[in-house]
């Protein structure tokens, strides 16, 4: 990090993450998908929202100020609303 915060290898500003609430999604981005990934998890493994509000307040102190909640279609997950507020 630097005084420009948070940067890509190509120089340009972080100033968004993008978060995947659920893994269902068809697209497969390499982005989303870990490297050697066979199927769905259970949702026993995703993060809980408190987890994904610490992480995002990491982020946050590293100069990100936008998220945007991905996963597929992100609103099969329980509560999303919830998780969006908090946020």
Request: hydrophobic share 40%; net charge negative; with cysteine.
């Amino acid at each position: 990090m630097n005084d420009r915060g948070l940067v890509d290898p190509f120089g340009r500003t972080i100033e968004y993450v993008r978060v995947s609430v659920t893994d269902r999604c068809d697209l497969r981005c390499f982005y989303c998908m870990p490297e050697g990934f066979r199927d769905f998890e259970v949702p026993e493994h995703w993060l809980t929202f408190d987890e994904i509000e610490r992480v995002m307040a990491a982020f946050g102190r590293l100069g990100t100020r936008r998220v945007r909640l991905t996963g597929g279609e992100p609103l099969v997950r329980h509560n999303i609303p919830d998780l969006a507020a908090r946020l």
